[in-house]
RNA sequence: CGGGGUGUAGCGCAGUCUGGCUAGCGCACCUGGUUUGGGACCAGGGGGUCGAAGGUUCGAAUCCUUUCACCCCGACCA
């Protein structure tokens, strides 16, 4: 069949492509508050399974939960000089604590604050203030605290998911007594970050350091981890930094060391956002609609019972009831699978394209016909052809076949990086390999380039005009020596460059 | 903040140039019927102060003035 469930298709128009997605799969709409959307029950489930993951593995790693105030005072963000640079442009700032009635029948702020709340872009400057209270002897080292909230970031081009003026995510924050722990804590939560990407997004990363351009503002490292999206694009997933003792010495986050003199503490921050969630539709998703992994699905199976005439309604609900209550449980991930039978009172095929759009990982289609020979028609939505298998067999293999197409999303995901992925040794070819044959309505093209290159001036300055940008210097790789493809300089490091989200 | 564009039903649009019946169409929604192993069909129906304000006119979605909002391309985007 011809028809697909998406319009417009990826190749068509990737960017409308990815809006539909979002719209067909009922994941979330925009609000009437300018660059603020609503997320839908579907696409909440599915944040609240990502957080559920998270959550537990910030906690096996020594990580306690807290929560900090919206707003924060200006004279906070005043203090880190950098940090202040990278986040004044985008703060929504509240002056006035109190609505009068106004001439014109509206109303009018009143009653000016003395000084002006910033709804908070992040929370290092009011964490850090509370942490320079908390900390007073090497013994309450190190705080490990992570807050699961809301941040504003006051955008100017907003994407669902991608960016939005108002985003949910989770902040962990660290103080530590010595420069090599909260180095080995920054490096510890990426290495959590691309746990949970590969293994339970199934979507490959590359671990790597930001070059000094795209660090986070204020601090003296930042780790990230770069997923290729299906157009190529690379979507920074997830960042841990190393702050130094940047924000220490502006916050005088203090202790007496053992040695009974006075130190600073060295700190970290780290994070990932709902853009998770749009990275996840970018990397799995095809043109029927939504594809979930698995072991995030707030989902595994949908039961539609298929009801001809009304006198078959009781037999065939008993079965479904029967068997949903038999597939809750069985253990999947070492979770109950998540079953429902579907009984709304839509027509066959729009509740199958219904399910395919939101993604359900695998829908069952139970008639007199499959009860009678107790066996169900089961459509994966990793392949197009539904087939049908004995009751018994799909109880015994549901897990499996879960687990099956989790890991078979993630070697699809991982081979369109590798075959989208070149080492270019020089500049005309990176060129190349950046330059659409139509500039006017640019087709998928480029993907990663990994290069030898200076982080300098010169070698941002060759960029621009590419669009193309320094995703990170990979970790985990050795080190030889190379020329710079930008400059002709001799180097020994190594970068990935990619368009971006 | 610069350049361009758009505001008409829940969504997508036509109508505006050249003013004129009760403002239309598709999808969605509601009712009834026929259907039902795959995105149904037939019939009927509900829903609009045409972005806002002012003006011209016998008459304005349409012309004029002002204004607001949003979108696209730039710029910006830890």
């Known amino acids: 069949m011809a028809k697909t469930g998406i319009s417009p298709t990826r190749s068509e128009d990737y960017p409308g492509w990815y809006q539909q997605i979002v719209r067909s799969a009922d994941l979330a709409e925009n609000s009437p508050v300018r660059g603020c959307m609503v997320i839908k029950p579907w ?11 998270l959550d537990g593995m910030f906690k096996e790693t020594g990580h306690e939960n807290a929560y900090f105030p919206l707003f924060i005072p200006k004279s906070f963000l005043e203090k880190e000089a950098e940090h202040v640079e990278g986040f004044a442009k985008e703060c929504a700032v509240v002056t006035h604590h109190r609505l009068e009635p106004g001439a014109d029948g509206g109303l009018v ?39 699961w909230c809301n941040v504003v970031r006051w955008e ?94 502006a916050q005088e986050i203090k202790y007496q060391n053992a040695e009974g003199g006075e130190s600073y503490a060295w700190t970290t921050s780290w994070g990932v956002s709902t853009r998770l969630v749009g990275a996840l539709i970018m990397t799995h998703s095809d043109d029927d609609g939504l594809v979930l992994p698995p072991r995030l699905a ?54 199958k394209w219904f399910h395919i759009k939101r993604g359900v990982p695998i829908r069952l289609e139970v008639g007199p016909r499959d009860i009678k020979n107790d066996s169900l028609f089961v459509g994966r939505r990793d392949q197009p052809k539904s087939f049908g298998m004995p009751r018994i067999e799909f109880v015994e293999r549901v897990s499996e076949i879960l687990e ?60 621009v005009p590419l669009k193309v ?27 990935v460059f990619a368009k971006s989200y």
Request: charged share 30%.
């Open 43 to 53: 696409g909440y489930a599915l944040w609240e399974n990502m957080q559920g993951v």
């Open 156 to 249: 100017m081009r907003v994407r669902l998911f991608l960016r939005t003026a108002e985003f949910l995510w989770q902040e962990g924050h660290t103080a530590h007594a010595t420069k090599e722990e909260a180095l080995d804590e920054t490096r510890l939560m990426l290495d959590v970050y691309a746990k949970f990407a590969e293994e339970y997004m199934a979507m490959p990363v590359v671990k790597g350091e930001k070059t000094e351009g795209e660090r986070f503002p204020g601090a003296d490292m930042t780790l990230s981890i770069e997923a290729m999206m299906q157009d190529r694009k690379a979507l920074q997933a997830g960042t841990s930094h190393f702050l130094g003792q940047n924000f220490s010495k």
């Open 469 to 495: 940008t320094p995703r990170c210097m990979p970790v985990d790789r050795e080190v030889e020596p190379g020329v710079c493809i930008f400059t002709g300089k001799p180097t020994q490091t190594r970068g």
């Open 404 to 463: 099956e197409m989790q890991q078979g999303l993630y070697d699809r995901a991982l081979k369109l990086r590798m075959d989208n992925t070149q080492q270019i040794n020089s500049f005309d070819d990176f060129k190349a390999f950046f330059t659409p044959k139509n500039e006017a309505k640019p087709e998928v093209h480029g993907g990663f380039a990994e290069c030898y290159f200076v982080d300098c001036p010169e070698t941002d300055a060759l960029l």
């Open 109 to 147: 702020p009143a009653g000016k604050l003395e000084e002006p709340l910033i709804v908070r872009p992040t929370s290092e400057t009011i964490i850090g203030h509370m942490f320079a209270k908390w900390i007073e002897s090497y013994r309450d080292l190190p705080l490990k605290i992570n807050q």
């Open 298 to 351: 707030p989902k595994h199976v949908v039961i539609c019972p298929v009801i001809r005439k009304e006198e078959e309604r009781a037999e065939v609900m008993e079965y479904c009831t029967s068997l949903a209550k038999e597939l809750g449980e069985v253990l999947y991930d070492g979770k109950r699978v998540a079953v429902f039978v579907d009984d709304s009172d839509k027509r066959g095929g729009e509740k």
